[in-house]
């Protein structure tokens, strides 16, 4: 069941493209079917199968014999998550971005086809399999902006595409060094997990793999595309970009990068400027995107890019947890990625698709004099919820989640601890800075807006821009597809925060799998 | 073995070149009276039938087993896997009959398919040799059928440059061949490569060898358009007239590629040296090496720089041919293999997507960059089919460019020395990355930038929709099924005794 996830993603992209043209109606509507199928698809399967330690083998065909490569679907409790996350942030994905017309076929196509790339990673243990996934979610990502993005898209778009394309070019390397240094006759993770590689041979290919993977989890310094991308992206594909592609990077390094090189994860022979290993290095650099993110979220004009940066600063929780090797850690990394999925999908949701395309302008400035708590109190609501939840506040999952990276992490590393939460206090700032900007500021009155709108030019100390036209569309009220993708998203985010063993079963599963359990034995100090 | 059995191990080649008077026959008599598009279609149909049936001839002979005329000498040599190689050039050859008959560039139709043939002949003769001597008579003849095929449209002062610019460059190359080949036979005294192994005299290498495999690689870089052999490909892709320029591109790649691994494979195996970092041996796979890193960096760094789609290819070529020359490097074992399917699906993909150039450029005059803008919505399918080429040719899966890719590359780091064309590994990968860039470039016009209005529309007949999606569709099948044709290479390979 879970393996229809990928071939009803697919297949639908497949069927919109075949759509005659000018059809947005039919379009959104099958799209939204489809996503919906895969979405049940992966809640089926995940209903169905028991949180059980071992492996859960879906299909496995020889692929290409002469090399050892297989056609190899399976699910362990990790892959469940991430695959229910992946049909959330779909649905949720087409719900708000209802209003495409521009092409919509074409739109929905090149969507459905990421998705199915996405299920496909998560559900794939042949290395190589994986990485033909990995790459397939590529270009769709380039098309999805450059041809329906904003600010500066098709730049936002060609980074985005080139940064991801180093990366993989980076596992390319890592995988096919490993590939021949096994012996040349299998792609199964489980089995070349198995593999002894020289320490020699680790202490390289970990790193490689890992910043290949990293680099589209918004690894800082090679987090840049991620806020430009995010920016520049139409809204469905930035709740994508943020709400399941980081995920990929962050699920390469758990899957691929530590089970198959842990060697390369223990000290050095001395220590290079206070730093012991490529882990310690990694957890910083976590870190460091941690704080940096939010710092730079703090100080952005432009509400999109305060989300984007939010991002940057989320995924170094899942890094740092990643690079604690403790059993908290990790889960609190995996629920991480879940719940960033989530929240992150909610917020870029509110601010591209009910904030933006209603007022067209994202500047915090400008925002500022619309009152838009009055004027869209939904959106208003759901911001503050979003945001509370972003802040890792208790009862929604962010908070589970966080806090469980931060245990892992004082265990491993307490000085990173103590920085990081520095991190959640500018995570806490940058929300409520942005949520009082944008929906709360109480300057404007209502009359005041309505004054703009009938005029139809900047009245009395308003800069000289020109919004006239845009403003009366700030009455629109939001549309019943916006809030059922809303409440999918904060009801998901407040019943894990309330119930985390319901996740938290699978991960913990997941992680006693013979893959990842190596991986906290041999990490154990 | 008398000379009785030579016609039937030349069948195919006998077919063809008949077929090729045929239509010269045909078109003199009877197709010349016939308005353009249906006489040129008319001759397309006799070609392809003869394409189709010396693939039969091929596979009724490779079915019979290896064999070789004169025994001992192996003047042509019928064997598994260069007949695989020549039904792959057969097909090649019948793609791009057809996409000649969709073009209007001259009134010689006849004399154009008659070329075309020929060169079909010379290909399929230089993968079915293990004769220095005719390698090099076979390598003339598809050399001087491309000459004048690059020649051929008279309206175009470009074509006439072009066609000299190659023919200049490639007389120069034949020469060096030539050159090498005759060293290569004073050394060693035999011109079957399969002998040459065991008279070549190793420690020390003759330095007689040595120049004679600097010539030879000089000889054969200038074919398959390796730096510093490259300059005339940019000029010869841009100017030729379509099907030349594909055929080239296809065709000659694929040919040439398979003789130049016989040569070193076969011929100098045991003077290969190694070229394996801070190991480096004195051999040919040093120089091999240069090659590869000069075309892989040079080729897509020109690339990115360049606002003629054709242009753009053939720096792309130049690239995807120091990737192919990685395969070289390669054991034979491993790299036979994957060097015939990398080349084959390279061939099939770069002959439809200068099929799709072709046609852009005969309905809109132009084929740089703003000629594809919104090509989309001018011509929705052709535009699919270049993006399944492009992205094959970036490397993108699961399109065939990928797979290819990554079997050079694995096949490339099991060579002998422990990993250690790992460098080379990591730079045709790292470029691999920038080369996503430049045909972005492409496909950005195509499906992101809007048509100018006014833009001329771009149809395409049934029959050029038709084999273009046939050849998108083998790129795709390729890529997600290497199976299919790996299974029968490696089958072949087994029965050719590698």
């Not at chain 1, 949720?92 to 459905?112: D, Q, T, V």
């Not at chain 2, 690689?217 to 490259?230: I, R």
């Not at chain 2, 000629?371 to 040719?393: E, I, Q």
């Amino acid at each position: 069941m879970l393996a229809w996830t990928i071939y009803v993603s697919f297949l639908g992209a497949a069927g919109l493209a075949l759509l005659p043209r000018e059809q947005a109606r039919l379009a959104r509507r099958l799209a939204l079917i489809v996503a919906i199928a895969g979405l049940g698809c992966a809640l089926g399967g995940a209903v169905t199968s028991e949180a059980s330690t071992r492996l859960t083998t879906i299909t496995k065909v020889a692929w290409v014999p002469t090399l050892g490569i297989e056609y190899h679907l399976a699910a362990d409790g990790i892959s469940l998550v991430l695959v229910v996350l992946t049909g959330l942030a779909a649905v949720a994905g087409i719900l708000f971005s209802w209003n495409i017309e521009h092409r919509a076929k074409e739109f929905f196509a090149f969507y459905l086809t990421l998705i199915g790339g996405v299920y496909g990673v998560f559900l794939s243990f042949d290395a190589f399999l994986l990485f033909v996934f990995y790459e397939i979610a590529i270009i769709p990502k380039y098309f999805l902006i450059a041809i329906w993005g904003s600010t500066r898209k098709e730049y936002g778009a060609m980074k985005l595409a080139l940064y991801s394309f180093v990366g993989s070019a980076l596992v390319l390397i890592g995988l096919l060094a490993g590939y021949v240094q096994a012996g040349g006759h299998t792609f199964n993770l489980v089995e070349l997990a198995r593999v002894p590689f020289p320490r020699d041979f680790q202490m390289w290919a970990f790193p490689v793999v890992f910043v290949g993977f990293a680099i589209l989890a918004g690894l800082w310094p090679f987090h840049t595309w991620a806020p430009t991308g995010h920016v520049a992206a139409p809204t469905a594909a930035s709740m994508l970009l943020a709400g399941v592609v980081m995920k990929l990077g962050a699920y390469g390094v758990l899957r691929v990068a530590m089970p198959l090189f842990p060697l390369g994860m223990e000290n050095w022979s001395g220590a290079v400027l206070g730093v012991h290993s490529w882990r310690e290095l990694f957890a910083g650099l976590g870190t460091v995107g941690i704080v940096y993110g939010a710092m730079v979220a703090l100080v952005q004009r432009d509400f999109k890019f305060v989300i984007g940066y939010s991002s940057v600063s989320h995924m170094g929780f899942v890094l740092l947890g990643l690079m604690t090797l403790t059993d908290k850690g990790l889960s609190g990394a995996v629920l991480q990625m879940f719940s960033h999925g989530v929240i992150a999908g909610l917020l870029f949701g509110v601010v591209g698709r009910m904030v933006y395309e209603r007022t067209h302008t994202r500047e915090l400035a400008e925002l500022e004099p619309m009152n838009l708590g009055r004027a869209l109190p939904f959106a208003g609501v759901t911001f503050v919820l979003g945001g509370l939840a972003s802040m890792g506040m208790p009862g929604f999952s962010g908070f589970v989640a966080e806090l469980q990276v931060l245990i892992g992490a004082w265990q491993s590393f307490p000085a990173m601890a103590l920085v990081t939460g520095v991190g959640i206090l500018l995570g806490v700032a940058y929300i409520i800075r942005a949520l009082q900007k944008a929906f709360y500021s109480g300057q404007g009155t209502e009359t005041g807006s309505s004054d703009r709108r009938h005029s139809g030019q900047p009245t009395h100390d308003e800069p000289s821009r020109n919004r006239g036209p845009n403003s009366p569309a700030v009455t629109d009220s939001i549309s019943l597809p916006e809030r059922i993708g809303a409440l999918i998203l904060l009801a998901t985010t407040l019943v894990v925060g309330l119930y985390p063993p319901l996740l938290l079963k699978w991960i913990h599963a997941g992680l006693q799998t013979p893959l990842l359990s190596a991986l906290l034995k041999k990490g154990a100090p | 073995m008398s000379l009785g059995v030579l016609p039937s191990l030349i069948l195919p080649e006998a077919v063809l070149t008949v077929t090729a008077f045929l239509v010269l026959a045909a078109d003199v008599l009877w197709l010349r009276r016939w308005p353009g598009l249906t006489r040129s279609r008319g001759a397309a149909v006799l070609a392809s039938l003869g394409c189709v049936v010396a693939v039969a001839c091929c596979a009724h002979l490779a079915a019979q087993g290896t064999q070789s005329y004169p025994p001992g000498v192996g003047m042509v040599v019928v064997d598994p896997l260069g007949s695989l190689v020549q039904q792959l050039l057969l097909g090649l050859a019948l793609f791009t009959a057809l996409v000649t008959a969709e073009s209007r560039f001259t009134d010689h139709v006849g004399e154009y398919f008659a070329l075309l043939l020929l060169a079909t002949v010379g290909m399929m003769f230089l993968a079915g040799t293990e004769n220095i001597l005719m390698i090099f008579v076979s390598l003339e003849l598809v050399s001087l059928s491309l000459y004048a095929m690059t020649a051929f449209n008279k309206r175009e002062a470009r074509s006439a440059e072009a066609a000299l610019k190659y023919f200049l460059f490639g007389g120069m190359s034949a020469a060096l061949l030539l050159f090498g080949f005759s060293l290569l036979y004073g050394v060693t005294g035999t011109l079957n490569l399969t002998q040459m192994p065991a008279k070549l005299r190793m420690t020390p290498l003759d330095p007689l060898a040595v120049v004679a495999m600097i010539m030879v690689l000089a000889g054969f870089g200038f074919k398959v358009a390796a730096v510093p052999f490259h300059l005339w490909a940019p000029d010869a892709y841009q100017g030729a007239p379509t099907p030349a320029a594909a055929f080239i591109a296809s065709g000659s790649k694929v040919a040439s590629f398979y003789a130049l691994a016989r040569v070193m494979w076969v011929g100098l195996q045991p003077a290969a040296g190694s070229g394996v970092w801070q190991a480096l041996a004195q051999g040919w796979a040093p120089i091999v090496a240069i090659l590869a890193v000069w075309s892989i960096l040079l080729g897509n760094l020109a690339a990115l720089a360049q606002s003629s789609v054709r242009r753009l290819l053939a720096y792309s070529a130049v690239a995807h041919a120091g990737y192919l020359l990685l395969a070289v490097l390669a054991s034979p074992r491993d790299g036979f293999p994957c060097l015939v399917y990398y080349v084959a699906t390279y061939a099939v993909t770069t002959l439809g997507a200068f099929a799709v150039v072709g046609m852009v450029q005969d309905q809109t005059g132009e084929e740089n960059l703003g000629a594809f803008a919104g090509l989309r919505h001018r011509a929705p399918w052709l535009s699919f089919c270049l993006l399944v080429f492009l992205l094959s040719l970036a490397g993108i899966p699961p399109l065939a460019g990928f797979f290819g890719k990554f079997y050079v590359f694995s096949a490339a780091l099991r060579a002998p020395g422990n990993l250690g064309l790992l460098w080379l590994v990591i730079l045709a990968v790292g470029l691999s990355a920038v080369s996503l860039y430049y045909y972005l470039q492409v496909l950005k016009q195509v499906f992101v930038i809007e048509a100018a209005p006014g833009a001329p529309a771009v149809s395409a007949s049934v029959l050029g929709q038709v084999y273009v999606g046939l050849l998108a569709a083998g790129v795709v099948l390729l890529g997600v099924a290497p199976a299919l044709l790996l299974d029968r290479l490696s089958a072949a390979l087994q029965r050719s005794g590698f």
